[in-house]
């Protein structure tokens, strides 16, 4: 398939991934279905689908809808300067498309219709251009808010929750860090990773959950001392995963708390949990494939014939899906 990005799976079973300047369906005997042309820029960020039948993928300060059959559909796009932040989406209350720019933030349906936008600061409106200083971090919504990371030059980090109205709900200051990882879950919550923040006790990264009613108070936060963080995955079993550093974190969804933490050497992916099987998948710089249980047990590991710097995906019956950076697509049966 060519070396390709994180690769995800729609509505209808079929798996897309970006490949190149293209992006791909492939079913799930591996065959490649069809490609179609990437529009807005060299960048593209997360494939966003909805239920009647379309995917969308935010480019350079754009959108752009693709037909689950690789026709092309409708392109939103706003005028800014050329910017080096990895484009972000999210799909959210009032079942809008929201882009986060540093101009603002803009809500379009999934028709392509504009629907409103939001200035990130109250001077921003009479500005003759956007901050150029300021970065988007990350993005993630729910059907009550979207979530939006921004800081400029590294420092002024915070994060916002915005209504379907284009309202901010609350604010929070991250600090000074460098990087914001979001992921929301099916109780409706905010789940964060973020850091890395250097203090006399050394290098820590911080781990919140959040929700739309909490008033920018965390529900609970925990420091974890490391150099390196992946984004968080939330789990239907009550446990919040992330990799730090070398090791396989597991904290209580409800309060925080860690439930435990194992050593897993050379591990480059965020950790991906099949509900099923309850087990945690890990792609490793050397090839491997791990498999760990609910306890942080390591149940078994496959030699590939590349680097696995994808997170797996999951189709019934304990079947797991896998890329390598060689181009090779595995199907294995866990």
């Not at 966003?48 to 559909?73: M, T, W």
Request: net charge neutral.
């Amino acid at each position: 398939m060519g070396k390709s990005t994180d690769f995800q799976v729609g509505p209808n079973g079929l798996f897309y991934l970006f490949s190149g300047n293209k992006l791909a369906a492939v079913d799930a005997g591996g065959q490649k279905l069809w490609e179609a042309a990437v529009t807005g820029g060299a960048k593209t960020g997360r494939l966003i689908f909805d239920r009647h039948g379309s995917i969308f993928y935010p480019g350079s300060a754009c959108i752009q809808e693709v037909k689950l059959n690789g026709g092309s559909g409708w392109s939103f796009a706003v005028y800014q300067g050329n910017s080096k932040d990895d484009p972000q989406l999210a799909f959210g209350p009032g079942n809008l498309l929201y882009l986060p720019l540093a101009s603002g933030l803009y809500a379009v349906d999934t028709a392509g219709k504009y629907k409103w936008m939001m200035h990130w600061e109250s001077n921003d409106a009479i500005s003759t251009q956007a901050d150029q200083g300021r970065k988007i971090l990350a993005c993630a919504g729910t059907t009550q808010a979207v979530y939006v990371a921004t800081g400029v030059g590294g420092k002024e980090n915070r994060l916002v929750a915005v209504t379907g109205n284009g309202e901010i709900l609350w604010g929070y200051w991250l600090g000074d860090i460098k990087a914001v990882n979001l992921a929301t879950g099916s109780d409706g919550r905010l789940y964060i990773t973020a850091g890395p923040i250097k203090n006399a006790n050394g290098t820590l990264w911080k781990v919140y959950a959040f929700d739309d009613k909490s008033n920018g108070s965390p529900l609970w936060s925990n420091s974890i001392k490391c150099n390196n963080m992946t984004e968080p995955t939330v789990s239907e079993h009550g446990l919040l995963y992330l990799h730090a550093d070398d090791k396989l974190v597991a904290l209580n969804q409800s309060d925080g708390t860690e439930a435990w933490s194992n050593l897993f050497n050379k591990v480059v992916t965020a950790p991906a949990v099949d509900e099923g099987s309850k087990r945690v998948y890990l792609g490793t710089q050397d090839n491997r494939l791990l498999a760990v249980n609910r306890q942080g047990r390591l149940d078994w590991e496959l030699t590939l014939d590349g680097r696995v710097s994808c997170r797996p995906l999951f189709g019934p019956g304990g079947i797991v899906y896998v890329t390598t950076e060689k181009g090779s697509l595995y199907k294995i049966q866990d």
